[in-house]
């Protein structure tokens, strides 16, 4: 089993920053790619940003040139930089870590941590 514990959310004026991190722990043998997904209320999870273990990065066009995703393997932590927040940024945001197992993937999630935009 592996533990994601999030941290860094909170509420931030329109235009300000947040800094998300995400440290896993427990059985970390395998994980490859981690990110970032956020839910908003009456909507589904989606993906915000992700990482592969090599450092190769994606980001949903929403949040490209404002958001900064980078990971740290020697702390098995990821992070998620928030730079000029909207009110349509507040979310939930969940940290993910893909695991590769004998017979598939094994996909853990965060409790979440809420961020919230005013305007």
């Known amino acids: 089993q592996v533990q994601l514990v999030e941290s860094g959310g909170g509420l931030v004026q329109a235009g300000g920053s947040l800094r998300l991190s995400c440290a896993a722990s427990?059985?970390?043998?395998?994980?490859?790619?981690m990110g970032w997904y956020r839910q908003a209320p009456g909507k589904q999870r989606e993906l915000v940003a992700r990482?592969?273990?090599?450092?190769?990065?994606e980001y949903a066009d929403s949040v490209k040139g404002r958001f900064s995703i980078s990971r740290d393997n020697a702390k098995n932590t990821v992070y998620l930089e928030m730079n000029n927040l909207k009110p349509e940024d507040t979310a939930v945001y969940y940290c993910?870590?893909?695991?590769?197992?004998?017979?598939?993937?094994?996909?853990?999630w965060g409790q979440g941590t809420q961020v919230t935009v005013s305007s």
């Open positions: 990482v592969t273990r090599s450092g190769t990065t």
């Open positions: 427990g059985s970390i043998f395998g994980i490859n790619d």
């Open positions: 993910n870590a893909d695991q590769t197992a004998m017979f598939g993937i094994n996909r853990y």
